[in-house]
């Protein structure tokens, strides 16, 4: 009796925490044309933390394939766009669309979607079922990016 207590505790933490994390995750309702309006998280964003995330091997590491004027970060990559002025060009619910999924905007780039679940190829068995970045560090890239203007 007490395992299948246990058991069923254990099911519907699961399931309560799978639900959380699917409500965060972006739905067709979400976007607007190539945009995605609205934040994912309530938590305030940081420019500060954006650039660790964009800069970090452990997190984004953005900075593989692009590159940023004046950023502190050795070995600044030439594989996607320069976004010194990425804030110029696009919004920032425009910016968020492109980290979530750019592969729907762009199915042929190589840049991955930081934020999507389904139709991903050769996932390790242990990240299957994770997003890549956080809905945090989504957000905390939007500020950063969006701040990269010419002024």
Do not use: K, W
Request: charged fraction near 20%; hydrophobic fraction near 40%; include cysteine.
């Amino acid at each position: 009796m007490i395992r299948a207590c246990a058991l069923s505790s254990l099911v519907a933490l699961l399931f309560s925490g799978a639900e959380a994390f699917a409500e965060r995750l972006v739905t067709p309702d979400m976007i607007v044309g190539d945009t995605i309006p609205a934040p994912l998280t309530d938590t305030a964003s940081s420019t500060e933390i954006g650039e660790t995330v964009f800069t970090e091997r452990d997190q984004g590491h953005c900075v593989l394939c692009h590159q940023i004027d004046d950023l502190d970060a050795e070995f600044q990559g030439n594989v996607g766009p320069d976004l010194s002025t990425v804030g110029d060009r696009l919004s920032p619910a425009q910016i968020r669309f492109r980290l979530v999924d750019l592969q729907s905007l762009m199915p042929d780039t190589v840049m991955p979607s930081y934020y999507r679940l389904h139709d991903l190829n050769q996932v390790q068995e242990q990240f299957q079922g994770q997003t890549i970045l956080n809905a945090e560090q989504i957000e905390h890239l939007v500020a950063y990016l969006a701040s990269r203007t010419q002024d």
